[in-house]
T-cell receptor, first 112, second 115 residues
Framework: GESVGLHLPTLSVQEGDNSIINCAYSNSASDYFIWYKQESGKGPQFIIDIRSNMDKRQGQRVTVLLNKTVKHLSLQIAATQPGDSAVYFCAENKGSGYALNFGKGTSLLVTP | GAVVSQHPSWVICKSGTSVKIECRSLDFQATTMFWYRQFPKQSLMLMATSNEGSKATYEQGVEKDKFLINHASLTLSTLTVTSAHPEDSSFYIC???????????FGPGTRLTVL
């Protein structure tokens, strides 16, 4: 049978489409949020961050939206490419000390 | 800039032995380093926070006597898994802060397999 926690949510998109990956965070006191991309067997790679005094921030092909009312974070990737296939994690600062609390992760699969 | 390396990238050991993993900041001084553990298909879980020259702060449920952390210099932190057992098999990842801003820079990870 299946074990809880061993299956990441998967988002499958076609190359060229836009992707939206969502994340719910837990700590209402968090003031710094980051999205990371992790390819198999590698460490997390920084994508984009946002502070709690903002609700939107844009980078190259990526946009992060923050809704503090419902404690929700999203990552939008425009014109998704096969190289975007990876697991994406949101992270929030744990408060003092700068340690991060990572979300469960979403596996993004881009099909040609 | 802001490159973090880990050594070894993978290690296989027998049950009961100890394994040391190194985390180095290559082009900056890291005031704080963090150690995370990641099991397959799961998220990163913080194990401990390490400040140079002081004792590490461990997260709840992480045995400090089993996972020894040393942060003797501003560019090197080590994690020693003592008396390793198969359940310690995991992907161990470190990160480092420069002390300016909030961003952490992650290492490439170390795959530990305990037989």
């Amino acid at each position: 049978g299946e074990s809880v926690g061993l299956h990441l949510p998967t988002l499958s998109v076609q190359e060229g489409d836009n992707s939206i990956i969502n994340c719910a965070y837990s700590n209402s006191a968090s003031d710094y949020f980051i999205w990371y991309k992790q390819e198999s067997g590698k460490g997390p790679q920084f994508i984009i961050d946002i502070r709690s005094n903002m609700d939107k921030r844009q980078g190259q092909r990526v946009t992060v939206l923050l809704n503090k009312t419902v404690k929700h974070l999203s990552l939008q990737i425009a014109a998704t490419q096969p190289g975007d296939s990876a697991v994406y994690f949101c992270a929030e600062n744990k408060g003092s000390g700068y340690a991060l609390n990572f979300g469960k992760g979403t596996s993004l699969l881009v099909t040609p | 800039g802001a490159v973090v390396s880990q050594h070894p990238s993978w290690v296989i050991c027998k049950s009961g032995t100890s394994v040391k993993i190194e985390c180095r900041s290559l082009d900056f001084q890291a005031t704080t380093m963090f150690w995370y553990r990641q099991f397959p298909k799961q998220s990163l879980m913080l194990m401990a926070t390490s400040n140079e020259g002081s004792k590490a702060t461990y997260e709840q449920g992480v045995e400090k006597d089993k996972f020894l952390i040393n942060h003797a210099s501003l560019t090197l932190s080590t994690l020693t898994v003592t008396s390793a057992h198969p359940e310690d098999s995991s992907f161990y990842i470190c990160s480092a802060r420069t002390g300016v801003g909030d961003e952490q820079f992650f290492g490439p990870g170390t795959r530990l397999t305990v037989l």
